[in-house]
């Protein structure tokens, strides 16, 4: 991980192209005066024949041996006595699991809707959409609401861009590790108007209570549903937030940290995602996220533009 990200000072700039999911999009770095830096933006656009096959290509079979990416697959251990316990439920509409294929096989996280002015945006950890330095876009990404043991209630819903930052593409930041989803409309729907939204928390702090939801690997949780727990984060260091939890393991990478969770709406604001130091974490009973800033306000401003 690099020693504190670069501070974004102007607007973000980013180059754009309709390419087939997985091949990568080049952002130009444009200079600005003197002691101000432009966090670059990569993006890349779906075209809507890859997107028509992605969603023949998530049968219910290949939904259920897609597994986990990130650095909890497979991490077990004792919860500390301080950790938090998760709790199974039969999830929320406004989060989901995210289904794509890295090149090394089908795998999934963790995504959740974040309003827009588009309505079709969704928030998860960029490790989940991009492999950072040296690797690539995902593609056949899919995103499931609520999805609960095999179930899709509001079906499977396909990329049309997907969006992280290019300092997320040449080094694989830690501090930087979320990203952008732009879905396409379903039977003329947009994301958001049917499953609700998370609004963006930005520059809270630590030592706010948070409601973390997401779906862990099924070899660690045979109940298959997803899950959620409620806890205080922590300062780990200057850009990164960590709480305690146990039952985080792979599979919940992009999970979203809520503020200020409704439970008539069951919707909150998006105050970190499971991912940054260590991909997220070592072990299920810690869990860490970048923290949010104006860089995933930019972020999440450019792709909204750009939906």
């Not at 520059?203 to 409601?211: C, D, L, S, T």
Request: aromatic share 10%; hydrophobic share 35%.
């Amino acid at each position: 991980m690099l020693k504190g990200r670069k501070r974004v000072t102007a607007a973000v700039v980013a180059s754009t192209g309709v390419v087939a999911a997985g091949a990568g999009a080049v952002a130009y770095a444009q200079q600005e005066p003197e002691t101000r830096t432009v966090e670059t933006v990569s993006s890349v656009e779906i075209s809507a024949a890859d997107a028509t096959a992605t969603e023949r290509y998530w049968t219910p079979q290949r939904l259920a041996k897609a597994t986990p990416v990130g650095a909890k697959d497979g991490a077990s251990g004792q919860a500390t006595t301080l950790a938090a316990k998760s709790k199974a439920f039969g999830g929320v509409p406004s989060i989901g699991a995210l289904f794509f294929n890295n090149g090394r096989g089908d795998h999934y996280c963790t995504a959740s809707v974040v309003k827009s002015y588009s309505k079709r945006l969704l928030m998860t950890a960029a490790h989940c959409i991009h492999g950072g330095k040296g690797g690539r876009y995902a593609t056949k990404i899919a995103f499931v609401p609520k999805y609960d043991r095999g179930k899709r209630p509001y079906g499977t819903w396909t990329a049309k861009r997907l969006v992280v930052t290019q300092r997320w593409i040449r080094y694989g930041d830690a501090d930087l590790d979320f990203g952008i989803i732009a879905l396409n409309p379903r039977a003329g729907r947009k994301i958001e108007n049917v499953v609700g939204g998370n609004s963006l928390a930005i520059n809270k702090g630590a030592g706010r209570k948070v409601n973390v939801a997401g779906y862990p690997r099924i070899v660690w949780d045979r109940r298959d549903r997803p899950i959620y727990c409620i806890t205080t984060t922590r300062k780990h260091s200057r850009f990164q937030l960590r709480m305690d939890c146990s039952g985080f393991h792979g599979g919940t990478s992009g999970s979203p940290w809520l503020l200020n969770y409704n439970t008539r709406t069951r919707t909150g604001s998006i105050n970190g995602v499971i991912g940054g130091y260590q991909g997220g974490g070592n072990v299920h009973y810690i869990s860490y996220s970048p923290y949010f800033d104006k860089d995933v306000y930019n972020l999440r401003s450019w792709a909204d533009k750009n939906a």
